[in-house]
């Protein structure tokens, strides 16, 4: 019945349907999220707080066709908001310059949208901290030559200062001289083959690239670099650092055109080092052909890498996820979900 009145559908409505079910029966809320893989996410997440009385009913925002994205959401919903329709968006820029524009304001001020801090869904899964159990799991070893997690903090080192001045000038309202689009081509990773050097190449390939559009940008703004200084420590008050800035970046580029690629070298190298292992001790070839067979069947093959990170919990440790986890308990407490 919802599906069918879904170009009038608001928080009242839903209220009322409520109403019209059993007592004993658990109230509905319904949850618009921006794409497909947000559907897990945001299940995942609502349904760590157990609530007994509620069910979350989470979907694309689709009206009369297929839509996905925040834009989507919000021209259709933003005044059907309430207790019992809500949303849950990535973030983008909106969390860091909370007066970008009318989405903006309501993203930052609403009881009912829920945000994820980071960048988008895709930088949790890359929250460093998580990476190098990943790696264990995928590998089913521990002894690795390089550890993921501070090639992901050397990587947010070096995109910091760009990362700055493309947020600053998008709030000041120049995003075109320096569009996301722009950065995602400067800072992602292009050179990914170079494991045995702890991938030193791949970040000389990028300081290089960093440099060469970062020089000519500091001349064209060099009245801007007080206001540059002062948005760092604004910057810092909303958690974004030198060593972590890569969860506020493009999510996209930092899942698939950064993380992923460093894993898949590092997996794809341990699985040799672990093969050759395997055939030095083996004593004959049967055995070897078994203990390689049964080595195969236990790893994650590269092919199947993005689905399994999207599998990875641990970002629920990082500092971003805990204010989505506050805004959450204290939508419970307000409308009284317990």
Not at 31 to 45: F, M, Q, R
Not at 104 to 122: L, R
Not at 215 to 233: A, G, Q, R
């Amino acid at each position: 019945m919802l599906k069918g009145l879904a170009s009038k559908i608001n928080s009242d409505l839903i209220q009322a349907f409520n109403a019209l079910n059993p007592k004993n029966n658990p109230k509905t809320i319904k949850v618009y999220v921006e794409s497909d893989y947000d559907i897990t996410h945001w299940n995942k997440i609502l349904d760590r707080f157990n609530l007994k009385n509620v069910v979350f009913d989470i979907s694309l925002p689709n009206k009369t066709h297929y839509e996905k994205g925040k834009g989507n959401i919000f021209k259709n919903f933003k005044n059907s908001l309430g207790p019992n329709l809500i949303v849950c968006v990535d973030s983008d820029y909106d969390y860091l310059i909370p007066e970008a524009n009318e989405d903006s304001v309501i993203i930052n001020t609403s009881d009912f949208v829920f945000q994820t801090f980071s960048y988008s869904i895709e930088n949790l899964y890359c929250f460093h901290e998580s990476l190098q159990q990943f790696c264990f799991s995928c590998l089913n070893k521990t002894n690795l030559k390089i550890d993921i997690a501070s090639i992901i903090n050397r990587y947010s080192l070096l995109i910091y200062d760009i990362l700055v001045w493309n947020i600053y000038l998008y709030s000041i309202g120049m995003a075109e001289r320096f569009s996301r689009k722009d950065f995602t081509n400067i800072c992602n990773i292009k050179i990914f083959d170079d494991f045995d050097n702890h991938f030193h190449s791949s970040f000389t390939c990028l300081s290089d690239r960093v440099k060469d559009y970062l020089n000519p940008l500091l001349i064209e703004f060099k009245e801007h670099k007080d206001k540059i200084d002062k948005f760092k420590v604004y910057l810092e008050s909303k958690g974004l650092l030198p060593d972590n800035c890569y969860l506020f970046a493009q999510g996209h580029l930092i899942l698939e055109d950064v993380v992923l690629k460093f894993i898949k070298t590092i997996v794809l190298n341990e699985k040799k080092i672990k093969i050759k292992e395997i055939k030095d001790k083996c004593k004959d070839v049967k055995q070897t052909s078994d203990e390689i067979r049964a080595y195969n069947a236990r790893i994650v093959e590269n092919g199947m890498l993005i689905n399994y990170i999207y599998r990875n919990p641990d970002f629920h440790n990082s500092d971003l996820y805990q204010k989505t986890e506050n805004q959450i308990n204290n939508f419970i407490s307000k409308y009284e979900l317990n």
